[in-house]
């Protein structure tokens, strides 16, 4: 990570990705964000909600990205 303010706060509890260390870090910027995540991954849809996540994990990791 590139900010100190980040990389030295306390750390958060298991399971802490970097996305969400980020939202705990500045929650009243990223509640919008957090929310409308959490709608898109778990609210009703077409998609069952383990190929949602399924889709995530793998663009995640044709992106490199531990997340």
């Known amino acids: 990570m ?17 996305i969400m260390h980020l939202f705990a ?3 009243e910027k990223t509640e919008h964000l ?4 959490q709608e898109v991954m778990r609210g009703e849809g077409e998609l069952p ?9 793998r663009t995640s990791k044709a992106n490199a990205c531990p997340f």
């Open 49 to 57: 909600i383990g190929l949602r996540e399924l889709i995530a994990a």
């Open 25 to 27: 870090f500045a929650p």
């Open 34 to 37: 957090m929310r409308f995540t």
């Open 2 to 18: 590139f900010l100190k303010e980040i990389e030295h706060a306390t750390p958060l509890p298991e399971p802490s990705t970097g």
